[in-house]
């Protein structure tokens, strides 16, 4: 960890890049004032004056503009507001209230990993930043598949659950969440060329302090240029019960670049770099100190033109890269009977490389209008592990290949405002190799959906969709000996890949002026029902062994004295017939101009079928609200956020039930100049949140300041 002078130099740093960020915003807008007084003024680029997050328009259910609420599936949307508003720290904090969705993290490792409708882990939820697959995953007692992103990068976030968003790749079983960064439109507006912006944060119970500094230059209509430098600093917090949670802190410093080009009408180049870099100690019985670099870089080229309606084209390549360095810190005596000692290393590195093409025609076949997508996208994996600590993570996180390769076709038809109807079909095909290994597969899975509006306001929607996920690299290949007690984990080369047959229904309703002029009620209740074929489970094969129960006590005790051991099974990825998970969620949001109120609820069953059995990944029901209010011409916005999670007693990590309240408030002095202040959990409640490695912070409050200049 870095030491307490590391934070000071973080915190001088903030506060001079602040000063002068609040002298060049009041020199910008007396220069704006007097040189352009009818010159349009920019918006608060968080969004903040228009939480109605179900009016956004968002591609991610069909790859085609249309507002969050008159998609035909269970979406959700939240935006850079909501990262503003409630000072969020982490995904996990972000995502709380969004239906069906819930964030699995081990508290002393700032990776996190996605849960959709209960599936995660080994890519059912397709995580995408910036369009780039997050594939990175290590074996342990933690998520499968993790991945890292601080939320002062995150722009805004678009979540599709079940698989009906196929489109967006191979495995997404469970569904997609859409990451994108900040970029231009966050520090400039309209015809303004060039600005800056500096936000500087401190908050209580390990928060620490944030920095955030970010510039943008448009060159007239032929290019612009985005960047952004993120440093943050948290410390190890208290919980509820006023207990230090150690190995909680992490230090960052991250760096964002964005451009696009212009070079004609409708064409467009666009590029992106992002790059984290995190320092942390973490582990239980053996620490390590951990150095974990992300890298996220894409280059894409659309066009599109509206008198050219049959060609809007996409084309994207992408490299991601997250490499963890670990050195142990201090060394169980399991470790150092594997001769690993201090400063004994390992590496976990997995590079991803994808294309992603797709184009769009629209045109009209009589009274219906169809918006024809065609597209093909490959992602290739490469998994490389050392490890001079022991051995267990090369045994158990395996390095070796993976290709994924898809297509699809997809027509959405709209006839007379009343019915819509789309209809897919996506080829899937998967090799992988490693360790002396390897295994393929294909397949064609289809999707159907048909909504239906009888009453202006309200649509109907029905829709069945398959989804096809192929084995990992370490489902397949993993092959080792747990330290301690010691049972072997299997490698499987015969493993098939899971098939997901979704159904699913649901209503969106959109009605303005409903109590007083000018107001907006929007909602989504849906309800499925995913049933899950050969789904892939961890499970006990052949005989019980009789293990030692004290580490470095040699297996050859057990035949002299069987009451120092226990009864161990070995373990194995392999197919189980067959998973179904069900439940329903309701996103709904009134906004009557004075302010606004929001609701979330899910609840997802799940159950291994085959043995009749709970499903450990499904998720405890949730329902929250937030609830916010404006004053002073809408320059102050105060609220509160309240959630209440139900308890879930199945599961290696059972968990009580909880309630949580935030407090929020926001004043923006001008167009420039903004504070925001959050307390977190305010009433201290002591909770662990499910399948979570400990307990979660207690009360927390945060404070920012940011002020930003734009000049035209």
């Known amino acids: 960890m870095a030491s307490s002078a590391h934070g000071l130099r973080i915190a001088a740093l903030s506060l001079l890049a602040t000063v002068s960020a609040a002298a060049l915003a009041t020199r910008a807008e007396a220069q704006a004032t007097a040189a352009a007084p009818a010159a349009q003024t920019q918006e608060a680029s968080d969004g903040a004056d228009n939480p109605l997050v179900l009016d956004t328009i968002t591609v991610i259910a069909t790859r085609t503009d249309e507002r969050l609420v ?3 599936a269970g979406a959700s949307v939240v935006t850079r507001a909501d990262v503003e508003l409630l000072q969020a720290g982490s995904v996990n904090a972000l995502l709380r209230n969004v239906p069906g969705v819930t964030v699995q993290l081990s508290q002393d490792d700032p990776a996190q990993a996605i849960n959709i409708r209960g599936l995660q882990d080994f890519g059912r939820v397709n995580v995408l930043v910036d369009g780039a697959r997050q594939n990175y995953q290590t074996s342990g007692h933690g998520a499968n598949g993790v991945f890292y992103l601080d939320p002062e990068l995150i722009g805004s976030v678009d979540i599709v659950r079940g698989p009906v968003s196929n489109i967006y790749g191979s495995g997404a079983i469970g569904g997609v969440a859409a990451f994108t960064t900040r970029g231009i439109d966050d520090i400039l507006a309209g015809d303004q060329r060039y600005g800056a912006e500096q936000k ?3 908050g209580s119970n390990g928060s620490g302090f ?12 032929a290019a612009d240029v985005f960047g952004q430098f993120v440093l943050r600093d948290k410390r190890a917090y208290q919980d509820g019960d006023g207990n230090r949670v150690d190995r909680t802190g992490s230090d960052l410093a991250a760096g964002l670049f964005k451009f696009n080009l212009r070079p004609g009408e409708g064409h467009k180049i666009s590029g992106t770099a992002l790059y984290q870099d995190y320092d942390f100690e973490n582990g239980s019985s053996t620490e390590f100190r951990s150095h974990v670099t992300t890298g996220t870089y894409t280059l894409g080229y659309t066009f599109a033109r509206p008198d050219i309606p049959w060609l809007d084209l996409s084309v994207k390549g992408y490299y991601t890269t997250t490499r963890n360095e670990q050195r142990i810190v201090s060394p169980s005596a399991t470790y150092r ?6 400063g004994s290393p390992r590496t976990f590195d997995i590079g991803t490389w994808g294309v992603d093409i797709h184009n769009t025609a629209r045109f ?3 009274p219906v209008d169809h918006a024809l997508t065609v597209g093909l996208d490959g992602v290739w994996d490469d998994v490389t592990v050392t490890d001079y600590a022991g051995g267990f993570g090369s045994a158990f996180t395996p390095g070796g290949k993976r290709s994924l390769f898809g297509a699809f ?3 959405e038809l709209r006839y007379n405002d009343w019915l819509r109807v789309i209809g897919a079909l996506r080829f899937d095909s998967y090799e992988l190799e490693g360790e002396g290994f390897s295994s393929s597969g294909d397949r064609v899975s289809p999707r159907i959906t048909v909504g239906v509006t009888p009453l202006k306001g309200i649509e109907l929607y029905a829709s069945y969709a398959e989804g096809y996920r192929a084995p990992s690299i370490t489902e397949t290949l993993i092959d080792g000996t747990h330290p301690f007690p010691a049972f072997d984990i299997l490698p499987n080369p015969n493993l098939k890949a899971e098939t997901a047959h979704n159904i699913e229904g649901g209503v969106n309703i959109a009605y303005d002026d409903v109590l007083v002029a000018g107001d907006r009620l929007r909602g989504k209740i849906n309800v499925f029902r995913n049933d899950v074929d050969d789904y892939i489970g ?6 019980p062994q009789l293990t030692p129960v004290v580490p470095g006590m040699p297996a050859s005790v057990c035949r002299f004295s069987p009451r120092l051991c226990i009864s161990l099974y070995d373990q194995q990825y392999r197919n189980i017939s067959k998973v179904r998970l069900d439940g329903a969620e309701v996103e709904a949001a009134y906004d009557w101009g004075g302010g606004f109120v929001t609701l979330a609820a899910s609840r997802t069953n799940g159950k291994n079928r085959t043995e009749n059995l709970p499903l450990e990944s499904a998720p405890p029901y949730t329902i929250g609200s937030t609830l916010g209010l404006r004053f002073f011409g809408d320059k102050l916005t105060v609220g509160a956020r309240w959630t209440y999670t139900g308890a879930k007693k199945s599961g290696s990590t059972p968990s009580e039930d909880y309630h949580l309240v935030d407090l929020f408030a926001s004043y923006k002095y001008n167009e420039n100049v903004r504070a925001d202040f959050a307390v977190q959990n305010v009433f201290d409640e002591q909770y662990t949140q499910y399948r979570h490695s400990a307990a979660s912070p207690g009360l ?4 920012a300041l940011t002020i930003r200049f734009a000049s035209y």
Not at 337 to 342: I, K, P, R, Y
Request: charged share 15%; glycine share 16%.
């Open 337 to 342: 009977a594997f001769n690993a000692d201090v």
């Open 409 to 411: 076709i997809q027509d």
């Open 70 to 72: 008159d998609t035909l």
């Open 538 to 543: 961890i499970v006990d094969v052949g005989s």
């Open 700 to 703: 927390t409050a945060k404070g």
């Open 210 to 221: 944030l920095s955030s500094t970010a510039g943008a230059v448009r060159i007239g209509t």
């Open 364 to 366: 009209a076949t009589g």
């Open 200 to 202: 500087t944060g401190y």
